[in-house]
């Protein structure tokens, strides 16, 4: 079992830049897909990333590929997610999850969930 406390949320103009991260407890962090997904007022949960086991395969949705990063660091039980160029319809709370072993775009694939952090991006 995994438990995930995302972190780095807030208030960012247009244009701006914030890193999230999801950190993660428990020794089996490196056996875990991890995605980042996001949710905006009256929207369905949306796909934004996910990153495999060992870091070296990632995977964007396209609104937001070439705009932010997934990386992570097994030692610290974290990832990471960098948003660049952000837009006021980026806003949303953006919430990690993890998958034990293999990869996922759809969310109810996802076995843990963090409570999110809330990303607003002004116009």
């Known amino acids: 079992q995994v438990q995930l406390v995302e972190s780095g949320g807030g208030l960012v103009q247009a244009g701006g830049s914030l890193r999230l991260s999801c950190a993660a407890s428990?020794?089996?962090?490196?056996?875990?897909?991890i995605g980042w997904f996001r949710q905006a007022p009256g929207k369905e949960r949306e796909f934004v990333a996910r990153?495999?086991?060992?870091?070296?395969?990632?995977y964007y949705a396209s609104s937001l590929k070439g705009r932010c990063t997934i990386s992570r660091d097994n030692d610290k039980n974290t990832v990471y997610l960098q948003m660049n160029s952000l837009k006021p319809e980026d806003t949303a709370v953006y919430l990690c999850?993890?998958?034990?072993?293999?990869?996922?775009?759809?969310?109810?694939?996802?076995?843990?969930w963090g409570q999110g952090t809330q990303v607003t991006v002004s116009s």
């Open positions: 999850a993890a998958r034990w072993w293999t990869y996922s775009d759809d969310a109810s694939m996802y076995n843990y």
């Open positions: 428990g020794r089996t962090f490196s056996s875990y897909t």
């Open positions: 990153i495999s086991r060992s870091g070296g395969t990632t």
